[in-house]
């Protein structure tokens, strides 16, 4: 796979080339404050004891603690993390709130654990980090294959080795554990109203035709936003494959069928599709809301979207972006489309360090503003400099970083 830190570094030095940032602050951001490598130890459930190799990358704490989630993978490794801390450490800074950048990760196949086995391992994670975490340290929060429930591990572990009872360290938690409402749909809620604030600008119409690539927290809670707000979903994917229906797919129905038959595949009324076949698909915008390196100098000239949202982290490669401005197709960038599940994070943390409890519409309604603000000014420097809405966002992100460094 493509180094996704790599392919972060030469994000920032295509943006380095547009606007002059000064050579020190460009090589300070080449490189996260540390980088730590961590080995669990796991007693099986059959007796034995496995080792798990973890991370946590604390990338930049000039706008705030270091804030970030944490990745169950089996292909999770430091590079990985690294790319994603620094994302993070823009993703904050453009969407205006008071956090710095940070992300954590274990090289595991979560499926492959038994309950208990998880449990261990979130709080062994816990365990041999709790010096470096704290509300205002290091605030880690879910991603990928991490849940609500793993946050309240995590965070009663974190309680009971440091004292601490302000459940301000970890985010994402369940609402009876300090959590806040909202945070499920926070980031497909957030790229819905980024999209809706850039659409014109953008070209599309008032009615768009969505293909979307990932079914998880973020290409679900996405996929129904949008089909409320009145756009229709063509096809959506998971890890096994997708199914496309030109007249627009029945997500309760897509659901109820892949619980019962564990895969989207066969759904009736709609085509078969591989995720291959579903980047390539006519659709007025594309959601790449699953993994890395999605779209690359193979396939990016085969895009038929008209734009494209990227819900998902790094989805595109900085070759891919390349064809894709050529082609004039749009991208709505990661550290943009995002970041309203970040900014509900903040909104818990702040919650839990007040002692208060929002409802979901005073959640939702600090939220619309945040996004709205943080896509206009991120199209207003795309056009200053003539450029991508990508390093327009950058530019957006390190501007904050730097006037407070
Ligand atoms: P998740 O684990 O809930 O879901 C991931 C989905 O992607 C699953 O449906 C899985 O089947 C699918 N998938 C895996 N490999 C695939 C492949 N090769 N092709 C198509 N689908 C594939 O994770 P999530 O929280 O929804 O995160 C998805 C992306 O969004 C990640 O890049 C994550 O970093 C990013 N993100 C998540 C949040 C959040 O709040 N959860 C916030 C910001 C960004």
């Given amino acids: 796979m493509q180094n996704p830190f790599q392919n972060g570094m030469t994000q920032l030095d295509k943006v380095a080339k547009i606007k002059d940032f000064g050579d020190e602050f460009i090589t300070r951001l080449r490189q996260p404050d540390r980088d730590i490598i961590i080995s669990i130890p796991v007693k099986m459930d059959d007796g034995s004891m496995k080792i798990f190799e973890g991370y946590r990358v604390e990338y930049n704490n000039t706008l705030g603690p270091y804030k970030g989630g944490i990745r169950y993978?089996?292909?999770?490794?430091?590079?990985?993390?690294?790319?994603?801390?620094?994302?993070?450490?823009?993703?904050?800074?453009?969407?205006?709130?008071?956090?710095?950048?940070?992300?954590?990760?274990?090289?595991?196949?979560?499926?492959?654990?038994?309950?208990?086995?998880?449990?261990?391992?979130?709080?062994?994670?816990?365990?041999?980090?709790?010096?470096?975490?704290?509300?205002?340290?290091?605030?880690?929060a879910p991603d990928v294959n991490t849940t609500p429930e793993i946050m309240a591990w995590m965070s009663d572990e974190y309680t009971k080795i440091t004292g601490d009872e302000t459940g301000a360290t970890f985010t994402g938690k369940p609402l009876d554990k300090g959590g806040s409402a909202g945070r499920g749909p926070a980031t497909g809620l957030g790229g819905f109203y980024v999209?809706?604030?850039?659409?014109?600008?953008?070209?599309?119409?008032?009615?768009?035709?969505?293909?979307?690539?990932?079914?998880?927290?973020?290409?679900?809670?996405?996929?129904?936003?949008?089909?409320?707000?009145?756009?229709?979903?063509?096809?959506?994917?998971?890890?096994?494959?997708?199914?496309?229906?030109?007249?627009?797919?029945?997500?309760?129905?897509?659901?109820?069928?892949?619980?019962?038959?564990?895969?989207l595949a066969d759904f009736e009324g709609s085509k078969n599709l591989t995720n291959e076949e579903l980047l390539e698909t006519e659709c007025d915008l594309l959601i790449p809301a699953a993994f890395e390196n999605q779209l690359t100098n193979t396939n990016a000239d085969k895009v038929r979207a008209k734009a494209i949202l990227e819900l998902a982290n790094g989805p595109i490669t900085p070759e891919a972006d390349e064809i894709l401005f050529k082609k004039s197709i749009p991208v709505v960038p990661d550290i943009l489309a995002n970041s309203g599940g970040v900014t509900v994070s903040y909104f818990e943390w702040d919650q839990n360090l007040k002692g208060e409890h929002w409802s979901e519409k005073e959640v939702f309604n600090k939220l619309l503003p945040m996004m709205n603000d943080a896509a206009q000014k991120t199209f207003k420097k795309a056009k200053e400099y003539s450029t991508d809405l990508r390093r327009g966002a950058f530019i957006v992100a390190l501007e904050r970083i730097q006037a407070k460094m």
Avoid at 214 to 232: C, D, K, L, M, R
Wanted: neutral net charge; proline residues 4%; charged residues 25%.
């Fill in 73 to 140: 993978h089996q292909d999770t490794e430091i590079n990985e993390v690294k790319a994603l801390a620094f994302w993070m450490t823009l993703k904050c800074a453009v969407a205006g709130i008071p956090m710095g950048g940070g992300k954590g990760g274990i090289t595991v196949d979560p499926k492959e654990l038994s309950k208990i086995e998880l449990e261990r391992l979130s709080r062994g994670w816990v365990q041999k980090l709790s010096d470096v975490l704290g509300p205002k340290k290091d605030v880690p």
């Fill in 195 to 263: 999209f809706d604030s850039l659409r014109t600008q953008i070209g599309l119409p008032d009615k768009c035709k969505v293909v979307v690539q990932g079914f998880g927290n973020v290409g679900s809670n996405a996929a129904q936003i949008f089909i409320e707000n009145g756009h229709t979903i063509i096809a959506i994917s998971d890890s096994k494959g997708g199914v496309y229906n030109e007249n627009g797919l029945d997500l309760e129905k897509l659901t109820e069928h892949k619980k019962k038959t564990g895969s």
